[in-house]
């Protein structure tokens, strides 16, 4: 094939000289460009897609966590009811464990990890050994410091509650049924539950200071005498 006098010149490339002159060359060169762009299409969209689909999923988290926290924050004040709500769940719990009489070692770890809370529960947020500063009032001359709780009440249920769901999902696992003696876990158990409270109270006793609240005095302030309105010869 011949080509015209513009490829005469030699400082021209040949192939640009065929991209010149030769139709069928460049309807080639089209076709493969617009393949490519086709291409790069699609793999762009495929790519939103994903963007669209993770921050969709990300907004549903979200709004899921955010409405969850709003219903604990509308039960803290509720606390007779919550409890009741826990009392509910450990009878759920006992009655699994009851009918299935297994998991006897997720029910251990269930009640080591229930005295842990159970003691920072009665702990102060300071211990009084560890303390430079000020610390608990041992004399009714001293300025008085409410007692403030190194777990919380609300803090303390929602770790109880959380851990009971927990520990009854799990007993539906074959692997978490481990056989094994319960009557020596429930010895150890109780073993440990009475070295820690003896501690616990000791330091109570040391340190005078009482983690509830029953039975404390409550001051309301004076109550305004009342007037009789026809001694007082008003109409």
């Known amino acids: 094939m011949s080509y015209p006098t513009v490829c005469d010149n030699r400082h021209l490339d040949l192939s640009l000289c065929i991209f010149l002159v030769d139709p069928s060359y460049r309807e080639g060169e089209n076709e493969i460009n617009r393949k490519m762009n086709v291409a790069g299409g699609i793999g762009g969209g495929g790519g939103g897609d994903t963007d669209l689909k993770s ?8 709004t899921v966590s955010r409405r969850y926290q709003h219903l604990l924050d509308k039960s803290t004040p509720h606390v007779l009811h919550r409890w009741i709500g826990f009392a509910v769940v ?3 719990y006992a009655l699994r464990v009851y009918f299935v009489q ?3 070692i997720i029910t251990y770890g269930l009640g080591i990890y229930i005295l842990q809370l159970f003691l920072a529960f009665l702990s102060p947020q ?8 000020p610390s608990l009032p041992t004399r ?6 409410p007692f403030v ?3 919380p009440e609300f803090k303390f249920w929602y770790s109880l509650t959380k851990a009971f769901c927990i520990a009854f999902t799990l007993t539906f696992f074959s692997m978490f049924d481990v056989p094994v003696f319960w009557p020596i876990l429930l010895f150890y158990w109780f073993i440990l539950f ?5 501690r616990q ?5 040391k340190y005078r200071y009482v983690p509830f609240s029953f039975g404390k005095q409550r001051y309301t302030g004076k109550k305004a005498p009342m007037v009789n309105d026809e001694a007082s010869g008003r109409p």
Do not use: A, C, N
Request: hydrophobic share 40%.
């Open 55 to 62: 921050s969709s999923l990300s907004q549903w988290t979200f």
């Open 90 to 92: 450990l009878l759920i």
């Open 102 to 104: 297994g998991f006897y």
């Open 126 to 133: 300071v211990d009084p050994e560890l303390e430079d500063g």
């Open 140 to 145: 009714g001359s001293e300025e008085f410091r």
């Open 149 to 151: 709780r190194r777990l």
């Open 194 to 198: 009475i070295s820690t409270m003896k």
């Open 201 to 205: 109270i000791m330091h109570m006793i």
